[in-house]
């Protein structure tokens, strides 16, 4: 049901929106109105699904035929998995996601179609390039939204025509489900400004550092000395913008190599004003946190 994180879920939400019927999740089935002759299409991909989600799913056909509900499904994998026989047995139609999978059928006494999924991607989408682009990473699930929606609010007042770029990465610890609560967040911030650039490489994001006025990167109390994601732009001559506090290493000083949201001024965001920014953060960063110091320091 997440079409951010599952190329099954985005070609229901596709399907479901040119057929005109609703996408509705496995235990969302017993909440609707059913009745005799009634239609379902069951588009699965059962070898990704967790074993509670699977007892969903034998809900689902225990009402379709408790209600003698019409039952189609349209196959992305078949596997030989027993639930799948279970939805064999109780489907009028078969629809095949390819020719493997049809071919995998072939004994069964039902109507099998050959199908196919088309793209998945918006062909319409490309990357917006405005005269003043942000770019943003981070972990999703630490990404501090009451920060951004401060930036957006300081960036309304001002004429910037700007575009906010976001890639996010995943500590081992959190959940897929972050970031897709976290864009929609976003998203309700900054509206068709804001454009995701997914999880890039270390090489994408030099690139996509390059090509922008503006760095932001936002911590729940204030930047710390080990909180490496603002030193890559300053180190590649990139003005930071982040928040800092008492514990913020002490030789960053807003307006001079860094600036800090809670003290940000219209003027500040001036690309002349933030050229000067990037120019003595590079300087700096190279002279407090390099590696060459770090392993002196440890090594007295």
């Known amino acids: 049901m ?16 040119l057929l005109g019927i ?22 699965v991909k059962l070898i990704d699904l967790s074993d509670e989600e699977k007892k969903e799913i034998n809900q689902v056909l225990k009402i379709t ?6 039952l189609f499904t349209f196959f992305h994998t078949f596997n030989e998995l027993p639930l799948e026989y279970d939805i064999l047995e109780l489907s009028q139609e078969i629809f095949c996601g390819n020719s493997e999978i049809k071919h995998s059928l072939s004994g069964f006494n039902k109507t099998v179609s050959d199908l196919w999924c088309p793209y998945l991607v918006d062909l319409s989408a490309s990357l917006t390039q ?3 682009n942000i770019f943003t990473f981070g972990m999703a699930h630490k990404m501090q939204l009451k920060h951004y929606q401060m930036l957006y609010d300081k960036l309304s007042k001002t004429s ?6 976001v890639s996010t990465a995943f500590h081992e610890k959190a959940s897929f489900g972050d970031f897709h609560d976290i864009s929609k967040q976003l998203i309700s911030i900054f509206d068709r400004k804001i454009q995701f650039l997914g ?15 503006l760095f932001v990167s936002f911590f729940p109390k204030g930047v710390r000395a080990n909180n490496t994601s603002v030193y890559v732009p300053m180190e590649r001559n990139c003005p930071v913008l982040t928040n800092l ?8 000083i807003h307006g001079k190599n860094i600036l800090d949201i809670n003290h940000l001024e219209n003027q500040q965001l001036q690309k002349d004003f933030l050229k000067k920014i990037s120019q003595k953060s ?17 090594q007295r």
């Open 2 to 17: 997440n079409p951010v994180l599952s190329g099954v879920a985005k070609f229901n939400f596709n399907l479901s929106r």
């Open 199 to 213: 999880f890039l490489s270390d090489e994408a994001i030099n690139y996509f550092i390059d090509q922008v006025q």
């Open 65 to 70: 035929k408790q209600k003698e509900v019409k």
């Open 282 to 298: 590079k300087k700096d960063v190279g002279s407090h946190i390099s590696w060459e110091l770090l392993v002196e320091k440890i």
């Open 130 to 132: 405005k005269d003043f």
């Open 245 to 252: 506090d008492e514990y913020s290493p002490s030789w960053l």
């Open 160 to 165: 910037l025509d700007y575009s906010v770029w």
């Open 22 to 43: 609703n996408c509705v999740s496995f235990s969302d089935i017993k909440a609707l109105s059913l009745s005799s002759g009634d239609k379902i299409l069951l588009s």
